[in-house]
């Protein structure tokens, strides 16, 4: 029982909620332990702190959650089943709460040797390519959150592509959250390693059914071989009410090609921290954004693209579009280190303004220490063109299309980037539904 | 159809419109022409709605109703069309898509059907010829990567398919080649009968080469100077604008 003189802090509670974890293999029991170590006795991050400067937990300090898995029979909702991307019909892993559901899951028609499974238990076996790999990327300094994914962590994804295989269609990893009278906390992790010339494709998506609070902090691991190829799609569409704090790392070798485009639109807080680090020579990452934020939603995405190599080019395209009292925050670091000479750097943060009362915060932060180097940046903050406005209006348009039509062709070049047509198809339903629900009483013209 | 009457406008407090007269009916031509800054294209963008200008003074009667009560697309559902001198690029939207939403919200105007897609098609189809333009304009994104012509081509086409009572040409002529507005002047033509009515804003007299007005009226200054029939472009056309200001420079009152 907690003894509710003894004041604890909120990730104490966290963990200790959990009670002992069950003991595996030395690794992850070390690995655990250590994550705990950590942040025992720590306080969550304030403001007062630059990476939190506009992006404040105190809220989500003062909640109480239960972990997810206690929930004995969650309320689910009977069209699960719409949920799963046509592409991804045949392999797909589906969390309900964050629990692995092996009813909704699905791993057919995979080539020889892949292995797409729930994460504890492939560690249960002791699967050496997880056990390798696991904890190894999502580090970052001062940070409470991928130590407290790690010390409480139970399911999650696990995909290893053996050397020279492609997986021609995407692989969904569905993560339910649904709609519960108890506030309930879910630490899901997943670990993708792709071997040498390895090709895929992964949609994680986190989807809330209700209008409920819960804590969703996922740690996603990605292990790139060399001349390996991977797409990773992320949409966060949690309840309204919802945190949602994620941390994504991934470890990019010799002439790979890592490809990230996180969509974010759920959530009354959501903070993801990114994270590629290329670390070899000819070695591409995109890391591109697409976050809708209205009400009072918060989205901060922080990004790390760390040039460490030679010849290596990154691309980084973040969109945010901003109505009612929304706020965006957008912290894009990028490292160039001594050895990465001929450094192609990309990185554009456009903010699109529906309404008067919202704010979009845009930070690039470029450290370069090659002198041979080409980075280009740029934030810019705008509303709807006037010129298009009208022009639509002269063409009959109502005001609700033109700014639907206006909305979906700034966000158009990050979800035209998606290689799943379901997901462009979802996105611009998004872009539909978000325009409509505006508030905003700003007329276009 | 319309009448203007003793029309004041102004844009960031600066009057640009001096008490504009002017009377429109169905199946007429009218060419507004003017040296470059009298207000020709600021008369245009007012009829049509543009937020940026004010209306101080007078007024601007459609189909009876004021037409400074309403917002530009209710305008535009009514049946006022207006070419753009300089086309906008929508992103994200095809050509055809925009068309057919334009149109069925002027058909739902109308209490008419929605048509679906493939009746829009064949809709369509027909009017391309009509400005001889190439079906694979209809799939790009709305004068995105068009050229000045392709963009003018597909305003006409726009006012082809919309088919409004009152079009306003803004500088429809503008920039283009002997060609390109030879097929424009040719669309227009066939496009004005005796139900609609056409405003042509120029600035040269070369297009009523193609295009017979009924009236011109030369606008300088904020004001109609000076109006008359077709012999009246041709004058200008010899003796330049300055004509007309020297002759008229006490008052110019249009009939």
């Given at each position: 029982?907690t003894d ?11 963990i ?16 655990r ?5 950590d ?20 809220k989500?300090s003062r909640e ?5 898995a ?17 592409e991804?019909?045949?392999?797909h ?8 559901s ?16 729930n994460?504890?238990?492939?560690l249960?076996?002791g699967?050496?390519?997880?056990l390798?790999?696991i904890?190894q ?8 959150f991928?130590?407290?994914?790690t ?16 997986i ?7 993560f ?8 309930y ?6 670990l ?5 010339s390895s ?8 989807v ?19 001349n ?5 799609v992320?949409?966060?569409?949690d ?17 790979s ?7 974010q ?12 680090v ?22 901060d ?27 965006s925050?957008?912290?894009g ?88 047509a ?21 007329q276009?013209? | 159809?319309?009448?203007i ?12 419109l ?22 020709k ?10 937020p940026?200008?004010?209306v ?11 037409l ?14 207006m ?39 064949d809709?369509?189809?027909e009017?391309l010829?009509l ?7 209809l ?12 963009k003018?081509?597909n305003?006409?086409?726009?006012m082809?398919v ?6 306003l040409l ?7 080649d002997?060609?390109?507005l ?5 669309g ?5 009968g ?25 606008l ?7 109006s ?17 200001t ?10």
């Amino acid at each position: 029982m907690t003894d509710i003189t003894k004041e604890t802090n909120f990730l104490d509670r966290m963990i200790d909620s959990h009670g002992p974890m069950q003991t595996g293999y030395d690794r992850v029991t070390e690995l655990r332990r250590k994550a705990a170590d950590d942040i025992t006795g720590r306080d969550l991050p304030t403001t007062r702190h630059e990476e939190w400067k506009y992006c404040s937990l105190k809220k989500l300090s003062r909640e109480s959650f239960i972990p997810a898995a206690e929930i004995a029979q969650p309320d689910l909702p009977d069209n699960i089943a719409d949920y799963i991307y046509p592409e991804a019909e045949h392999h797909h892993l589906t969390f309900i709460n964050g629990v692995y559901s092996e009813k909704w899951s699905k791993t057919d028609k995979l080539p020889q040797g892949v292995i797409v499974a729930n994460l504890a238990d492939v560690l249960d076996e002791g699967n050496p390519v997880a056990l390798e790999h696991i904890g190894q990327y999502a580090r970052w300094e001062d940070d409470p959150f991928v130590p407290l994914n790690t010390s409480v962590f139970r399911d999650g994804a696990f995909i290893h592509v053996p050397a020279s295989v492609k997986i021609e269609d995407p692989i969904q990893l569905l993560f339910i959250n649904t709609d519960e009278k108890e506030q309930y906390f879910m630490t899901p992790r997943c670990l993708v390693v792709g071997e040498r010339s390895s090709e895929i494709t992964v949609v994680e998506d986190h989807v809330g059914f209700g209008d409920n609070v819960y804590f969703n902090a996922p740690v996603s691991e990605i292990k790139l071989a060399e001349n390996s190829h991977m797409t990773h799609v992320k949409l966060q569409r949690d309840s309204r009410k919802a945190y949602h704090i994620s941390r994504l790392a991934a470890d990019i070798s010799r002439d790979s090609n890592y490809k990230s485009y996180a969509v974010q639109l759920g959530s009354q807080l959501s903070r993801s921290d990114v994270k590629a680090v290329l670390t070899d020579e000819n070695t591409h990452a995109t890391l591109d954004g697409l976050v809708m934020v209205n009400g009072d939603q918060l989205s901060d995405t922080h990004s790390i693209m760390d040039h460490t190599m030679p010849n290596c080019t990154s691309h980084q395209l973040h969109k945010c579009i901003i109505d009612d009292e929304g706020t965006s925050v957008f912290n894009g670091k990028i490292f160039v280190r001594q050895d990465a000479q001929k450094t192609d750097a990309f990185q554009e943060n456009r903010n699109l303004q529906l309404s008067d009362s919202g704010t979009a915060y845009a930070k690039p932060q470029l450290e370069i220490f090659a002198d041979d180097v080409s980075c280009s940046h740029g934030a810019t903050i705008g509303q709807l063109d006037p010129d298009q406005v009208f022009y639509l209006k002269t063409r009959g348009l109502h005001e609700s299309q033109t700014r639907e039509i206006l909305t979906y062709g700034f966000a158009l070049d990050v979800i035209e980037s998606i290689p799943v047509a379901s997901i462009q198809e979802r996105l611009s339903k998004e872009v539909e539904k978000f325009t409509k629900a505006s508030n905003s009483i700003k007329q276009l013209v | 159809m319309l009448t203007i009457k003793n029309l004041h406008a102004t844009v960031e407090g600066e009057e640009i419109l001096k008490g504009i007269n002017l009377e429109i009916k169905a199946g007429e031509i009218h060419a507004i022409m003017g040296p470059n800054g009298s207000g020709k294209s600021t008369l245009a963008k007012i009829i049509a709605g543009h937020p940026s200008y004010e209306v101080t003074r007078g007024e601007i009667i459609y189909e009876g109703e004021d037409l400074a009560e309403m917002d530009p697309d209710e305008r535009a559902r009514k049946g006022v069309f207006m070419a753009f001198q300089y086309p906008v690029e929508i992103p994200g939207v095809s050509n055809s898509m925009l068309m057919r939403e334009s149109y069925n919200e002027i058909r739902k105007e109308q209490g008419l059907d929605p048509l679906d897609p493939l009746e829009f098609e064949d809709y369509i189809t027909e009017k391309l010829n009509l400005v001889e333009m190439d079906a694979k304009f209809l799939e790009r994104n709305v004068n995105a990567g068009f050229s000045g012509g392709e963009k003018k081509r597909n305003e006409i086409l726009q006012m082809a398919v919309l088919n409004p009572r009152l079009s306003l040409l803004d500088e429809t002529d503008s920039g283009l080649d002997i060609d390109a507005l030879r097929i424009v002047s040719e669309g227009i033509n066939k496009l004005s009968g005796k139900e609609n009515a056409v405003m042509l804003v120029t600035h040269y007299q070369r297009i009523l080469n193609y295009i017979t007005p009924d009236y011109v009226h030369v606008l300088v200054n904020g004001q109609i100077q000076k109006s008359g029939g077709k012999e009246l472009a041709i004058k200008l056309e010899e003796h330049g604008y300055e004509w007309v200001t020297a002759k008229t420079e006490v008052n110019g009152e249009a009939k």
